[in-house]
C-alpha cells in the first residue's frame, strides 16, 4: 500500500492551506505591539550623504525614530561567508557610513506606528547629497573588465580561464567558422511576494519572520552582523511566494528591520515596495559573450571558443557558471573559455534561475544553429555529430547522459520533422511560422543535509528540516520521500520546514533540493523505522541522520541534467510581433519523485524562459544609475495570455552515481534552454539573426 509512492503525480499536500489563505508568508506573521518600518533609498547613484533633516519628520505623527548614519547603532559586522555570497569583496554594511555606492542604497530607515504614518514620513524626509557620475553601462568607454579574484585559482570552481588544445589556432584554419558577439540584458527577478522581514527582540534573543530560501545562513549572516550567538537568533519562513534566487542572500533590508526592532523596543515590520526590489536584492547581470567556432564540412567541431563578461558591483565579485556549460556540451578537442567581471556602481547582482547557464547556453545553441545553416545540417543533426562520450573539459565520464534520447523523444513529441528548413518558408496565412531547438543542461549538485524523523505511537510520523519552500512542491515530495521510507501512509506523515532551529539544509536553489534534502530525509526515516523494528514503540522514536554525496563518486563522475527544448513562434511581419505558440522540452533527470510537480516546474521554468527571450529588460539611466522601469507598467514579464501550450517530458534514466536518491534536479534547467530555442525560431521564421535579449519589435523595424 505504501510502497511506489515515489514517483506518483500526488496532488500538494499544503494546496489546501494555499487556496484558502492558511498558509502565511513572513509578513503575515504581525505581532502585538508591533510598529513599522520604510525605507529611504538614495536618489542619486554615486556619493556621499551631506545631510539628513530628520527634526521636523520625527515630529510627524506616529513617527518612533529616523536612523540613518548619523545616529545608527555601529554594528559587529562579523566576518561571515556561505557559499551564496560573493568569495571576494565584502557586504554592504548599511547605515555604517555616509558613503552612497549604487542607486536605491538604503540611506535611512523610518519607523511609525502604522505603515501609512511611516510612508508619509520616508516621504517628507529631506536628504542632501554630494553626487557623483556612476559607471553603469558594462559596454561603455568608462567601463574596465578585470579578472574575478575567485576565478584565479587552479581549483576555482568558477575558472576565469579555462583551455584545452589550441583553440585559436584551429579556429583560424577551420573550413567552416561562425564568430559572433551575443548580448543579454540585465534582469530582476519579481516575485509575486516581495521581501518582507519582522524582527521582535526578547532580550539579546531576536526571531526573524523573513522570507528567505535559506534560513540558516540567514541565521548566520544576522548573527554575525549584531555580533550575537547564532544560536540567539531564529529564522522563520514557512512557505516563499516566489522566489527565483532573489532570497537566497541576506539582503540589507532583514539588517534594518532588526535594527529599528532593538531601537524602538518593539517588534517591526518591514516589507520592501516593488520599486525598492529593483535596488538592493540582486538582479541577474547583463552579459557580453563571443562564440566562435570552427568546425568541418561535414559538422564535426574542431574548435570553440567562448569568451563571456558579466557585470558585478565595485564592493563585491559575483561570479556565475558562464562558460562552463561549454566545456562539456559538445565534442572537440580544442576549447578556450574565458571569463571576465565589470565593476559598476549597482548592487551586486545575484543568482537567477539557471544562474550562469542560462545565459551561457543562450549564446552557445545560438552560435550552433547559426553553424547549422552554414553547413545546411538540420540543427539536431549537427549536435548528434558532435555528441562526447565523455565530458572532455573534465576527461571522465558522466554519471548519465540522455542528451540524444531528450532530443528523440522532443522532436517526436514535437512534430519537428514537419519542419521545413528554410527561413520565411512556413506560414499561417500571413503569419510566418519559425521551429527553433536548443540543448538544456544543468549540474546535479549535492549538498550535505541533516534531518530529524520522530515516529508517535499513535502510527503518524513527524519530519523536520531547516529546508525552504518557493512553490516547487517541496512539502509534497518530500512527504512523498518520507512515507515511502517510512512504509507509511502519505496522510500519516506531517512534514516540516521553514526554521532554523530544525536540522541544518542546503539553500533552496540551485535545483539540489531533492538531492539534497530529500536524501537526508531518507536517511533519517531508514534510521527511525530501524528503531522501531527494535520493539520500543510505545513512545516516540526519534532519529537524526545526514546525507551527502559519496565522494568517490563525486571524483569519478560528471553529474549533469540534459534537455532538448523545441519551440514554434509566429512572426506578425506587418507589426513586428512575435508569439510563442507551444514549447516542448524533453529531460534526463534521472529519477522523477512526483511527474506532476515536475511537470509545473517545468512550465514555470518555460515561462521564465519566454520572459527572458521577448520581455524581461532592466534599463538603467546612464546618468545616475536609476532603473527607468522599476514598476510592472514598464518591465514586462509575461503574463497569461503570453502563456502557450507548454509540454514537459522525462526519458527513462536511472542514475545511481548523484545520491541514494537518483534524482537530479529540475528548477533550472527547465528555464535553462527555453531563450536560445526561442531566438532560433524567429531566425527560422524571419531569416534575420538577432543577438540581444530580449527581442523586441525595434529589431525588424526598417527604415
Given at each position: 500500500?505504501?510502497?511506489?509512492?515515489?514517483?506518483?503525480?500526488l496532488?500538494?499536500?499544503?494546496?489546501?492551506?494555499?487556496?484558502?489563505?492558511?498558509?502565511?508568508?513572513?509578513?503575515?506573521?504581525?505581532?502585538?505591539?508591533?510598529?513599522?518600518?520604510?525605507?529611504?533609498?538614495?536618489?542619486?547613484?554615486?556619493?556621499?550623504?551631506?545631510?539628513i533633516?530628520?527634526?521636523?519628520?520625527?515630529?510627524?505623527?506616529?513617527?518612533?525614530?529616523?536612523?540613518?548614519?548619523?545616529?545608527?547603532?555601529?554594528?559587529?559586522?562579523?566576518?561571515?561567508?556561505?557559499?551564496?555570497?560573493?568569495?571576494?569583496?565584502?557586504?554592504?554594511?548599511?547605515?555604517?557610513?555616509?558613503?552612497?555606492?549604487?542607486?536605491?542604497?538604503?540611506?535611512?530607515?523610518?519607523?511609525?506606528?502604522?505603515?501609512?504614518?511611516?510612508?508619509?514620513?520616508?516621504?517628507?524626509?529631506?536628504?542632501?547629497?554630494?553626487?557623483?557620475?556612476?559607471?553603469?553601462?558594462?559596454?561603455?568607454?568608462?567601463?574596465?573588465?578585470?579578472?574575478?579574484?575567485?576565478?584565479?585559482?587552479?581549483?576555482?570552481?568558477?575558472?576565469?580561464?579555462?583551455?584545452?588544445?589550441?583553440?585559436?589556432?584551429?579556429?583560424a584554419?577551420?573550413?567552416?567558422k561562425?564568430?559572433?558577439?551575443?548580448?543579454?540584458?540585465?534582469?530582476?527577478?519579481?516575485?509575486?511576494?516581495?521581501?518582507?522581514?519582522?524582527a521582535?527582540?526578547?532580550?539579546?534573543?531576536?526571531?526573524?519572520?523573513?522570507?528567505?530560501?535559506?534560513?540558516?545562513?540567514?541565521?548566520?549572516e544576522?548573527?554575525?552582523?549584531?555580533?550575537?550567538?547564532?544560536?540567539?537568533?531564529?529564522?522563520?519562513?514557512?512557505?516563499?511566494?516566489?522566489?527565483?534566487?532573489?532570497?537566497?542572500?541576506?539582503?540589507?533590508?532583514?539588517?534594518?528591520?532588526?535594527?529599528?526592532?532593538?531601537?524602538?523596543?518593539?517588534?517591526?515590520?518591514?516589507?520592501?515596495?516593488?520599486?525598492?526590489?529593483?535596488?538592493?536584492?540582486?538582479?541577474?547581470?547583463?552579459?557580453?559573450?563571443?562564440?566562435?567556432?570552427?568546425?568541418?564540412?561535414?559538422?564535426?567541431?574542431?574548435?570553440?571558443?567562448h569568451?563571456g563578461?558579466?557585470?558585478?558591483?565595485?564592493?563585491?565579485?559575483?561570479?556565475?557558471a558562464?562558460?562552463?556549460?561549454?566545456?562539456?556540451?559538445?565534442?572537440?578537442?580544442?576549447?578556450?573559455?574565458?571569463y571576465?567581471?565589470?565593476?559598476?556602481?549597482?548592487?551586486?547582482?545575484?543568482?537567477?534561475?539557471?544562474?550562469?547557464?542560462?545565459?551561457?547556453?543562450?549564446?552557445?545553441?545560438?552560435?550552433?544553429?547559426?553553424?547549422?545553416?552554414?553547413l545546411?545540417?538540420?540543427?539536431?543533426?549537427?549536435?548528434?555529430?558532435n555528441?562526447?562520450?565523455i565530458?572532455?573539459?573534465?576527461?571522465?565520464?558522466?554519471?548519465?547522459?540522455?542528451?540524444?534520447?531528450?532530443?528523440?523523444?522532443?522532436?517526436?513529441?514535437?512534430?519537428?520533422?514537419?519542419?521545413?528548413?528554410?527561413?520565411?518558408?512556413?506560414?499561417?496565412?500571413?503569419?510566418?511560422?519559425?521551429?527553433?531547438?536548443?540543448?538544456?543542461?544543468?549540474?546535479?549538485?549535492?549538498?550535505?543535509?541533516?534531518?530529524?524523523?520522530?515516529?508517535?505511537?499513535d502510527?503518524?510520523?513527524?519530519?523536520?528540516?531547516?529546508?525552504?519552500?518557493?512553490?516547487?512542491?517541496?512539502?509534497?515530495?518530500?512527504?512523498?520521500?518520507?512515507?515511502?521510507?517510512?512504509e507509511?501512509?502519505?496522510?500519516?506523515?506531517?512534514?516540516?520546514?521553514?526554521?532554523?532551529?530544525?536540522?541544518?539544509?542546503?539553500?533552496?536553489?540551485?535545483?539540489?533540493?531533492?538531492?539534497?534534502?530529500?536524501?537526508?530525509?531518507?536517511?533519517?526515516?531508514?534510521?527511525?523505522?530501524?528503531?522501531?523494528?527494535?520493539?520500543?514503540?510505545?513512545?516516540?522514536?526519534?532519529?537524526?541522520?545526514?546525507?551527502?554525496?559519496d565522494?568517490?563518486?563525486?571524483?569519478?563522475?560528471?553529474?549533469?541534467?540534459?534537455?532538448?527544448?523545441?519551440?514554434?513562434?509566429?512572426?506578425?511581419?506587418?507589426?513586428?510581433?512575435?508569439?510563442?505558440?507551444?514549447?516542448?522540452?524533453?529531460?534526463?533527470?534521472?529519477?522523477?519523485?512526483?511527474?506532476?510537480?515536475?511537470?509545473?516546474?517545468?512550465?514555470g521554468?518555460?515561462?521564465?524562459?519566454?520572459?527572458?527571450?521577448?520581455?524581461?529588460?532592466?534599463?538603467?539611466?546612464?546618468?545616475?544609475?536609476?532603473?527607468?522601469?522599476?514598476?510592472?507598467?514598464?518591465?514586462?514579464?509575461?503574463?497569461?495570455?503570453d502563456i502557450?501550450?507548454?509540454?514537459?517530458?522525462?526519458?527513462?534514466?536511472?542514475?545511481?552515481?548523484?545520491?541514494?536518491?537518483?534524482?537530479?534536479g529540475?528548477?533550472?534547467?527547465?528555464?535553462?534552454?527555453i531563450?536560445?530555442?526561442?531566438?532560433?525560431?524567429?531566425?527560422?521564421?524571419?531569416?534575420?539573426?538577432?543577438?540581444?535579449?530580449?527581442?523586441?519589435?525595434?529589431?525588424?523595424?526598417?527604415?
Amino acid at each position: 500500500m505504501t510502497m511506489g509512492i515515489i514517483g506518483q503525480p500526488l496532488p500538494r499536500v499544503d494546496g489546501r492551506a494555499k487556496v484558502t489563505g492558511a498558509a502565511r508568508y513572513a509578513a503575515d506573521f504581525n505581532q502585538r505591539g508591533q510598529a513599522y518600518a520604510v525605507i529611504v533609498s538614495a536618489t542619486v547613484g554615486l556619493g556621499r550623504v551631506t545631510g539628513i533633516d530628520s527634526a521636523a519628520v520625527e515630529k510627524m505623527p506616529g513617527v518612533l525614530a529616523v536612523l540613518s548614519h548619523l545616529n545608527a547603532p555601529r554594528l559587529a559586522y562579523g566576518p561571515h561567508k556561505s557559499y551564496i555570497d560573493p568569495a571576494t569583496g565584502e557586504r554592504l554594511h548599511v547605515l555604517q557610513d555616509e558613503r552612497v555606492r549604487f542607486h536605491g542604497q538604503p540611506v535611512a530607515v523610518v519607523v511609525a506606528a502604522t505603515i501609512a504614518q511611516a510612508e508619509r514620513a520616508a516621504a517628507a524626509l529631506r536628504v542632501t547629497y554630494n553626487a557623483e557620475r556612476p559607471i553603469v553601462d558594462s559596454a561603455g568607454p568608462e567601463a574596465h573588465a578585470i579578472v574575478p579574484e575567485a576565478g584565479k585559482e587552479p581549483d576555482a570552481r568558477l575558472p576565469a580561464d579555462k583551455a584545452r588544445g589550441s583553440a585559436d589556432r584551429e579556429l583560424a584554419d577551420a573550413p567552416v567558422k561562425v564568430d559572433e558577439t551575443y548580448d543579454i540584458a540585465r534582469e530582476n527577478h519579481n516575485p509575486m511576494e516581495p521581501h518582507a522581514t519582522i524582527a521582535a527582540w526578547n532580550g539579546d534573543r531576536l526571531t526573524l519572520w523573513s522570507k528567505s530560501q535559506f534560513v540558516v545562513n540567514e541565521q548566520a549572516e544576522i548573527a554575525a552582523i549584531f555580533g550575537l550567538p547564532p544560536e540567539n537568533v531564529t529564522v522563520i519562513c514557512p512557505f516563499i511566494g516566489g522566489a527565483f534566487g532573489t532570497s537566497l542572500r541576506t539582503w540589507p533590508h532583514v539588517t534594518l528591520a532588526a535594527m529599528a526592532a532593538r531601537h524602538v523596543g518593539r517588534p517591526v515590520k518591514l516589507v520592501l515596495t516593488r520599486k525598492q526590489m529593483f535596488f538592493t536584492t540582486g538582479h541577474r547581470p547583463r552579459t557580453v559573450q563571443r562564440i566562435a567556432l570552427g568546425a568541418t564540412a561535414d559538422g564535426k567541431l574542431t574548435s570553440v571558443v567562448h569568451e563571456g563578461t558579466g557585470e558585478t558591483s565595485r564592493y563585491e565579485e559575483f561570479m556565475e557558471a558562464l562558460t562552463s556549460v561549454t566545456t562539456f556540451l559538445y565534442s572537440s578537442p580544442n576549447v578556450r573559455t574565458r571569463y571576465r567581471l565589470v565593476p559598476l556602481d549597482t548592487g551586486t547582482p545575484n543568482h537567477m534561475r539557471g544562474p550562469g547557464e542560462a545565459s551561457g547556453v543562450f549564446a552557445l545553441e545560438c552560435a550552433m544553429d547559426e553553424l547549422a545553416y552554414k553547413l545546411r545540417l538540420d540543427p539536431i543533426d549537427l549536435r548528434r555529430r558532435n555528441e562526447p562520450e565523455i565530458d572532455e573539459g573534465e576527461n571522465k565520464p558522466f554519471s548519465s547522459r540522455s542528451l540524444m534520447k531528450c532530443y528523440d523523444l522532443g522532436a517526436e513529441r514535437f512534430g519537428w520533422s514537419r519542419r521545413t528548413p528554410e527561413p520565411r518558408s512556413m506560414r499561417d496565412g500571413r503569419l510566418l511560422i519559425g521551429m527553433g531547438v536548443a540543448s538544456a543542461s544543468y549540474p546535479a549538485f549535492h549538498a550535505p543535509a541533516t534531518a530529524r524523523a520522530r515516529l508517535l505511537p499513535d502510527g503518524t510520523a513527524e519530519v523536520e528540516i531547516a529546508a525552504s519552500d518557493m512553490g516547487p512542491g517541496t512539502y509534497t515530495s518530500m512527504t512523498q520521500v518520507a512515507a515511502e521510507s517510512l512504509e507509511l501512509p502519505v496522510e500519516r506523515v506531517r512534514f516540516s520546514l521553514g526554521r532554523s532551529d530544525y536540522p541544518p539544509a542546503p539553500s533552496h536553489g540551485g535545483s539540489w533540493t531533492m538531492a539534497s534534502v530529500g536524501s537526508a530525509i531518507r536517511a533519517a526515516c531508514i534510521a527511525v523505522r530501524e528503531e522501531a523494528a527494535r520493539g520500543r514503540n510505545d513512545r516516540p522514536i526519534d532519529a537524526t541522520a545526514s546525507s551527502q554525496r559519496d565522494p568517490q563518486a563525486a571524483a569519478r563522475y560528471s553529474m549533469h541534467s540534459f534537455g532538448a527544448v523545441f519551440v514554434e513562434i509566429a512572426f506578425d511581419p506587418d507589426v513586428g510581433t512575435i508569439r510563442v505558440r507551444r514549447a516542448v522540452g524533453a529531460y534526463g533527470i534521472g529519477r522523477v519523485v512526483n511527474p506532476r510537480l515536475a511537470r509545473s516546474q517545468c512550465t514555470g521554468g518555460m515561462v521564465g524562459g519566454i520572459g527572458m527571450a521577448l520581455m524581461e529588460r532592466t534599463v538603467l539611466d546612464t546618468r545616475d544609475g536609476r532603473p527607468v522601469n522599476a514598476h510592472m507598467a514598464d518591465y514586462l514579464m509575461p503574463v497569461n495570455l503570453d502563456i502557450p501550450q507548454l509540454e514537459a517530458h522525462f526519458v527513462e534514466e536511472t542514475d545511481p552515481h548523484v545520491n541514494a536518491l537518483g534524482v537530479k534536479g529540475l528548477g533550472e534547467i527547465a528555464l535553462v534552454g527555453i531563450a536560445p530555442a526561442i531566438a532560433n525560431a524567429v531566425f527560422h521564421a524571419t531569416g534575420k539573426r538577432v543577438r540581444t535579449l530580449p527581442i523586441r519589435i525595434e529589431d525588424f523595424l526598417t527604415a
